[in-house]
């Protein structure tokens, strides 16, 4: 791969993060429900960290990346994904996260389908699997406030 391609793959996927980071402090800030207000600044906090790792990367070089794989469990992918707005219920803040994390592993794994470079690929394919493992553990959070009838 040429470092042109892996510096533009790389500033690509920063500039995701830090649109989610953004969008997370957002919710963060008009939800009512403390627990929900926390559990956004945590996921905005983590986007930062995935910034800063990307900027390493960016730093390093083009350098084999290991992720474990995570399970999609498909909880929320048939619910419309809600408006982003300052009476936003918690599920539906929640909601749109999730939808949030779909869309950019749903963009990463397409790129990943249309990159011919191997490593391009493989970069391709471990940015989604961030993005799944985030939606992972939203979707638990989600069923857990959604069907409290289950515990």
Do not use: C
């Not at 402090?25 to 930062?48: C, G, I, Q, T, Y």
């Not at 990463?108 to 011919?116: F, K, N, Q, V």
């Amino acid at each position: 791969m040429k470092v042109e391609d892996f510096q533009k793959i790389i500033t690509d996927a920063i500039d995701s993060e830090v649109e989610s980071y953004t969008f997370y402090k957002s919710v963060s800030e008009r939800v009512k429900d403390a627990n929900l207000r926390s559990l956004f600044l945590e996921l905005a906090e983590d986007e930062k960290g995935h910034r800063e790792y990307l900027q390493g990367l960016l730093l390093r070089g083009a350098k084999e990346m290991h992720f474990a794989a995570v399970s999609d469990y498909k909880v929320t992918d048939a619910i419309e994904e809600p408006a982003l707005s300052v009476d936003m219920k918690p599920l539906d803040g929640l909601i749109l996260a999730i939808k949030k994390e779909l869309h950019a592993a749903q963009m990463y794994t397409r790129l990943a389908g249309a990159s011919a470079d191997a490593g391009q690929k493989m970069i391709f394919e471990q940015l989604a699997n961030m993005e799944k493992g985030h939606k992972a553990r939203l979707e638990d959070i989600y069923t857990n406030m959604a069907y409290p009838e289950a515990w």
